[in-house]
């Protein structure tokens, strides 16, 4: 079982900077691979970034490629989305969740999930 708390998300102009925060409880966090999804009003949720346990692999969805960072600390069971120069289209919750089995890319590979944190973007 797995607890997944976000946090940090805000308003910020576009051009701006966020840091997402996971906090995770749960045994098996240094040994799952964690992702950030993101869903906008209206839009279906999808996939954002992921980093296996050790972060030796790392996925980023195109349109983040270059913006956003993934990152862990595994000794504070943490897991975190650095987001830099944001654009309105990046407006959405974010979740952070605990990978299972399968695509990293999908959400259904993914057994538990937080509550998500808001992310505005303004023009």
């Known amino acids: 079982q797995v607890q997944l708390v976000e946090s940090g998300g805000g308003l910020v102009q576009a051009g701006g900077s966020l840091r997402l925060s996971c906090a995770a409880s749960g045994r098996t966090f240094s040994t799952s691979t964690m992702g950030w999804f993101r869903q906008a009003p209206g839009k279906e949720r999808e996939f954002v970034a992921a980093?296996?346990?050790?972060?030796?692999?790392?996925y980023y969805q195109d349109s983040v490629k270059g913006r956003f960072i993934i990152s862990r600390d595994n000794a504070k069971n943490t897991v975190y989305l650095r987001m830099n120069s944001l654009k309105p289209e990046d407006t959405a919750v974010y979740y952070c969740?605990?990978?299972?089995?399968?695509?990293?890319?999908?959400?259904?590979?993914?057994?538990?999930w937080g509550q998500g944190t808001q992310v505005t973007v303004s023009s």
């Open positions: 969740a605990a990978h299972s089995s399968g695509s990293y890319y999908s959400g259904p590979s993914y057994n538990f």
């Open positions: 980093i296996s346990w050790n972060g030796g692999r790392i």
